[in-house]
């Protein structure tokens, strides 16, 4: 495959970036802000370092890898010559209709476009441009360098070559794609954002705190990260999107967002990325317990 492009340098989009040049393929990293290109970039540098650091790279690698990847903050001009476009901008539908409409109109007629949503409808996405066949849901899971998984999402006309040639991208990536059909929160966030919700709304109601619930989750469910932890590592206002495409998606009250969650939100608390949410991450990553009553 040609060029790769990926729309957005925060968490998700320098992570997918990072992965297409680890394995091969020349990428263009775009943004509107040159200043999130190079936090991005930074990123990246820091992520290869530590694979580096723990011998699953040689500095070559790293060295080779950097040099796959470009930036760009002019749109238009960065996709005029790419196979593929991988949307990961803010999950926000109005902004993710807009990309589509101008990168429909900026990309050859051969260019797939995929979109890192986590929950909006890319049958949806696709309607807004004249080539639904071409567009296809690319959902990565964070930290993208680490997890395996991308959920590969069919909206109701993308063709079974789109599929197939996205299916075959993933795993030269080294990862496990899973083909999954379009409808709101797909497989990942239709399991998984229900039981933060309840976790949050076990909060709220004062059934334990913090630490309780996860712990429980960890040493009763053999789950890695309590469902609080993971939530603030995802951030919450993330998680209040995807419950609202759900809630709005099923007329379901099992998928509306805990006042709580709202709240915070609201207030700004969302977790890692803010420095505070279910736990406290104002000296560093480590979660530290928040000393405030939730309930």
Same mark, same amino acid.
């Given at each position: 495959?040609?060029?790769?492009?990926? &729309?957005?340098?925060?968490?998700?989009?320098?992570?997918?970036?990072?992965?297409?040049?680890?394995?091969?393929?020349?990428?263009?990293?775009?943004?509107?802000?040159?200043?999130?290109?190079?936090?991005?970039?930074?990123?990246?540098?820091?992520?290869?370092?530590?694979?580096?650091?723990?011998?699953?790279?040689?500095?070559?690698? @790293?060295? /080779?890898?950097?040099?796959?990847?470009?930036?760009?903050?002019?749109?238009?001009?960065?996709?005029?010559? $790419?196979?593929?476009?991988?949307?990961?901008?803010?999950? =926000?539908?109005?902004? @993710?209709?807009?990309?589509?409409? +101008?990168?429909? #109109?900026?990309?050859?007629?051969?260019? &797939?476009? #995929?979109?890192?949503?986590?929950?909006?409808?890319?049958?949806?996405? #696709?309607?807004?441009?004249?080539?639904?066949?071409? $567009?296809?849901?690319?959902?990565?899971?964070?930290? $993208?360098?680490?997890?395996?998984?991308? /959920?590969?999402?069919?909206?109701?006309?993308?063709?079974? /070559?789109?599929?197939? +040639? &996205?299916?075959?991208?993933?795993?030269?990536?080294?990862?496990?794609?899973?083909?999954?059909?379009?409808?709101?929160?797909?497989?990942?966030?239709?399991?998984?954002?229900?039981? &933060? =919700?309840?976790?949050?709304?076990?909060?709220?109601?004062?059934?334990?705190?913090?630490?309780?619930?996860?712990?429980?989750?960890?040493?009763?469910?053999?789950?890695?990260?309590?469902?609080?932890?993971?939530?603030?590592?995802?951030?919450?206002?993330?998680?209040?999107?995807?419950?609202?495409?759900?809630?709005?998606?099923?007329?379901?009250?099992?998928?509306?967002?805990?006042?709580?969650?709202? =709240?915070?939100?609201? #207030?700004? @608390?969302?977790?890692?990325?803010?420095?505070?949410?279910?736990?406290?991450?104002?000296?560093?990553?480590?979660?530290?317990? $928040?000393? @405030?009553?939730?309930?």
């Amino acid at each position: 495959m040609e060029k790769i492009a990926v &729309i957005g340098a925060g968490t998700m989009g320098n992570g997918i970036a990072h992965v297409f040049a680890q394995n091969g393929f020349q990428v263009c990293l775009i943004d509107i802000s040159q200043n999130s290109l190079d936090k991005g970039m930074a990123t990246i540098v820091k992520n290869l370092d530590r694979m580096v650091a723990k011998e699953k790279i040689t500095e070559n690698d @790293k060295k /080779e890898t950097l040099e796959r990847i470009t930036t760009a903050t002019d749109l238009a001009e960065a996709v005029a010559n $790419v196979a593929l476009v991988v949307e990961a901008a803010t999950e =926000n539908v109005d902004l @993710k209709l807009q990309l589509f409409k +101008t990168l429909d #109109a900026a990309c050859p007629p051969h260019t &797939i476009l #995929a979109t890192n949503t986590s929950s909006i409808s890319i049958t949806q996405i #696709a309607a807004v441009t004249q080539r639904p066949d071409k $567009v296809i849901g690319m959902h990565f899971m964070n930290p $993208v360098p680490i997890m395996q998984l991308v /959920e590969i999402i069919r909206g109701y006309n993308t063709t079974d /070559e789109t599929t197939a +040639t &996205i299916m075959n991208l993933s795993l030269q990536l080294g990862k496990t794609p899973t083909e999954v059909n379009d409808y709101p929160g797909f497989v990942a966030n239709r399991i998984l954002m229900p039981m &933060i =919700n309840e976790a949050i709304e076990t909060l709220y109601n004062g059934v334990a705190g913090v630490s309780e619930i996860d712990t429980v989750m960890k040493l009763g469910m053999a789950h890695p990260m309590g469902p609080l932890q993971l939530a603030d590592f995802i951030g919450l206002d993330v998680c209040l999107s995807i419950l609202n495409v759900m809630y709005d998606g099923f007329k379901k009250d099992k998928y509306a967002p805990c006042p709580l969650l709202q =709240n915070m939100v609201m #207030a700004g @608390k969302l977790g890692v990325k803010s420095g505070e949410g279910f736990y406290d991450y104002a000296t560093s990553r480590k979660a530290e317990i $928040v000393s @405030k009553q939730f309930s």
